[in-house]
Nanobody
Framework: QVQLVESGGGKVQAGGSLRLSCSAS????????MGWFRQAPGKEREFVAA??????????HYQDAVKGRFTISRDSAKNTVYLQMNNLGTEDMATYYC????????????????????WGQGTQVTDSS
């Protein structure tokens, strides 16, 4: 089993930054996929970003609305994935969930949360204004 624990959420002003972390325990993957999804109140869960890796090769993918503002990265030694979020807007306020799949998903599968095997409990990003 894999346990995912998110942290780093909190209150932030528009234009501010936060870094979310997702620590994975229970298993390490030589190849895999980890993603971030978010869900705002009254809205459907949506894909935010994902990172796929196989050995030392990594690829990152983003929803159009966050490209250039968000960066996903992975520290393999810590088995942790990060989501650096800059220039946050009200549209980014949501509960963010980390998800993982135990192999490298094909590109067309990244956007659908049903393709991920493991989920964290979520961390909230809220407007401080």
């Amino acid at each position: 089993q894999v346990q995912l624990v998110e942290s780093g959420g909190g209150k932030v002003q528009a234009g501010g930054s936060l870094r979310l972390s997702c620590s994975a325990s229970g298993r390490t993957f030589s190849s895999g996929t980890m993603g971030w999804f978010r869900q705002a109140p009254g809205k459907e869960r949506e894909f935010v970003a994902a990172i796929r890796w196989s050995g030392g090769n990594k690829q990152t993918h983003y929803q159009d609305a966050v490209k250039g503002r968000f960066t996903i990265s992975r520290d393999s030694a810590k088995n942790t994935v990060y989501l650096q979020m800059n220039n946050l807007g009200t549209e980014d306020m949501a509960t963010y969930y980390c998800a993982a799949h135990s192999s490298r998903l094909i590109l067309s599968s990244l956007w659908d949360g049903q393709n991920y095997d493991y989920w964290g409990q979520g961390t909230q990003v809220t407007d401080s204004s």
